[in-house]
């Protein structure tokens, strides 16, 4: 495989976030419809909330990039990370969230509340990447990993929301991204050939890493939320008789 061959590449990683995904509890469940309607609805909520903070992942990108002389890709870099942005805003990618909420049944979603684990995710990338440990190639990497987990990822739900739920709305958010996370995983590996020898190795680690942080966020979000309705439908237990 060449150093950066983006094709070779997403070959490899795709193959891993099928993988993850065949052992996710929250995408098995979802696909075979054995998540609760209510559930369905908490775990979108929280990808929602997480998603709203995305872009300041694209700011850790920005802010470990070399200076502008340093090397010949500064401004591939740059211009791949706008255009990732300048996407998001022009084809209002939030308003489509929000459709595709209304479809859900969540009509006010300035009322869903964050769970930790949601919070911890959303500043995961931020603690890991802004830290002289690691490379501005490496969150690089780590960005467009997390792009190429979300095709596998949407058809999954593309079909299982229909299928199971009802959900026939507000798809388009899921179907727009099939396309155009893969174009953008592509856009920011190529990015990264620089005129010194880039360490393959780890980088495909650091993106590997990214998609295993994506996945288990699901499946954290799920377990919590799953925790927190056994506890409501336990019995109580009464109070013992000192008598």
């Known amino acids: 495989m060449a150093s950066h061959d983006s094709r070779s590449v997403a070959m490899i990683l795709e193959e891993y976030v099928d ?12 696909s075979s419809g054995r998540v609760n309607r209510e559930d369905v609805r908490g775990v979108f909520g929280q990808y929602y ?3 709203n903070q995305f872009h300041r992942w694209f ?3 920005v802010a470990r ?8 890709n500064v401004s591939r870099i740059l211009g791949e990370l706008i255009e990732c942005l300048g996407q998001e805003i022009r084809e209002d990618h939030h308003g489509l969230a929000l459709s595709f909420l209304a479809s859900l049944g969540i009509d006010d979603p300035s009322r869903i509340v964050a769970l930790p684990v949601t919070d911890t995710y959303a500043d995961s990338f931020l603690r890991c990447y802004f830290s002289d440990n690691r490379s501005g190639d490496e969150a690089l990497a780590a960005l467009a990993g997390r792009e190429l987990s979300a095709p596998s990822r949407n058809r999954i739900i593309l ?4 299928q199971h739920y009802g959900v026939t709305s ?5 179907g727009l991204h099939n396309a155009i996370e893969i174009a953008h995983f592509r856009g920011l590996w190529e990015a990264m050939n620089h005129d010194h020898e880039a360490d393959t190795r780890r980088l495909i680690e650091a993106a590997r890493l990214e998609i295993w942080e994506h996945i288990t966020f699901w499946d954290d979000v799920y377990s919590v939320i799953l925790e927190a309705r056994s506890a409501r439908s336990a019995p109580l237990r009464s109070a013992p008789d000192h008598a």
Request: charged content about 15%.
């Open 159 to 162: 079909s299982a929301l229909p």
């Open 19 to 30: 993988s993850l995904l065949a052992e996710s509890s929250f995408f098995s469940d979802l």
């Open 170 to 174: 507000g798809l388009e958010f899921f």
């Open 59 to 61: 700011g850790i990108c």
């Open 49 to 51: 909330l997480w998603r």
């Open 65 to 72: 990039s070399a200076a502008f002389g340093k090397s010949r």
